[in-house]
C-alpha cells in the first residue's frame, strides 16, 4: 500500500489542493487513474470536459434517439428568482403575485421544466442549449413556443405521452385556486388526456430561497411510450 501511495503522488502536492479536491474523487469515465503526477491527471480530465461540451454545441433540432425502446422516461427541474417588476405565469396561466420569475423568456418555471423532461426522455440536450437565453429572438417568449417544438420532437421520434407528474415548489401565493387551469392548459399543448397529466403544488416550509418567496422551482417525471 505504501508503494502505491509513493507512485501516485509522485509530485509534491500544495495542502491547499488537496483539502479542496480529493484525487480519488476524479471520475474515472473521463480520465484513467495513472502514475502520472496529479496535475497531469487533472489537465486532462479539463481538456475532455471541453471537447464534450463543444460536441454538444452542435445540437440538431431533427436529431432522434439513437435506439428505439417500448417507452422512456425523462426528468425535468427549473428554478427562477422572483423578483418585483415581472409576471408570475405558470403553466402559461397568469397567477396574481407582487413578484414574478426574472427570466430571458417569459419565465414559466413549470413549462420550462415540463420541456426539459420531455427532452431527457429523448436522449436530447436541454432546453437551454436548445433555446438559449443569449439568443435576442427569445426575449421575453411564451414558454408555449418551447413546448410545442418538445412535443414536435416526442412525435417525431415516433412517441406519445404515457403519464406527466409535476410539482411545484413556492411558498407562496396560493396555487390551489389555480390548479385546474394550469392542468388543463398543460394537457391542451401537450394534446394529453387529463387522465395522465398529474400536477401537485407544495411549500418548502419557509427555508431557503423558495421558503422565503425568493424563488420557485418544479419538478417533473414524464412517461413516453412507443406509438
Not at 428554478?79 to 427570466?103: K, M, Q, S, V, W
Not at 436522449?123 to 442549449?129: E, F, N, S, V, Y
Not at 414558454?143 to 412535443?151: C, I, L, Q, R, Y
Request: charge should be neutral; glycine fraction near 6%.
Amino acid at each position: 500500500m505504501a508503494m502505491a501511495s509513493s507512485l501516485f503522488f509522485s509530485t509534491p502536492i500544495p495542502t491547499k489542493l488537496i483539502s479542496k479536491q480529493n484525487p480519488f474523487s476524479l471520475n474515472p469515465l473521463i480520465c484513467k487513474l495513472t502514475h502520472k503526477p496529479l496535475r497531469n491527471l487533472m489537465v486532462s480530465c479539463s481538456v475532455s470536459a471541453s471537447s464534450i461540451e463543444a460536441e454538444t454545441q452542435t445540437f440538431n433540432s431533427t436529431t432522434k434517439p439513437s435506439k428505439s425502446v417500448p417507452f422512456r422516461v425523462g426528468h425535468g427541474f427549473d428554478l427562477h428568482r422572483l423578483e418585483p417588476g415581472y409576471p408570475l405565469i405558470i403553466g402559461g396561466i397568469n397567477i396574481p403575485h407582487d413578484r414574478g420569475c426574472e427570466a430571458h423568456s417569459d419565465g414559466d418555471v413549470l413549462l420550462h421544466c415540463v420541456v426539459d423532461a420531455i427532452l431527457g426522455a429523448l436522449g436530447l440536450p436541454d432546453i437551454g442549449q436548445i433555446f438559449p437565453d443569449n439568443d435576442p429572438k427569445w426575449k421575453g417568449a411564451p414558454s408555449s413556443v418551447f413546448m410545442e417544438e418538445a412535443v414536435r420532437l416526442m412525435h417525431e421520434a415516433g412517441y406519445e405521452l404515457g403519464n406527466l407528474d409535476a410539482t411545484l415548489i413556492l411558498q407562496r401565493p396560493k396555487v390551489s385556486p389555480h390548479k385546474e387551469s394550469i392542468r388543463t392548459n398543460l394537457c391542451k399543448l401537450l394534446g394529453a388526456d387529463p387522465s395522465v397529466v398529474n400536477l401537485k403544488a407544495k411549500t418548502h416550509e419557509k427555508v431557503d430561497s423558495l421558503g422565503e418567496n425568493r424563488s420557485i422551482a418544479a419538478h417533473t417525471v414524464v412517461l413516453l411510450m412507443k406509438k
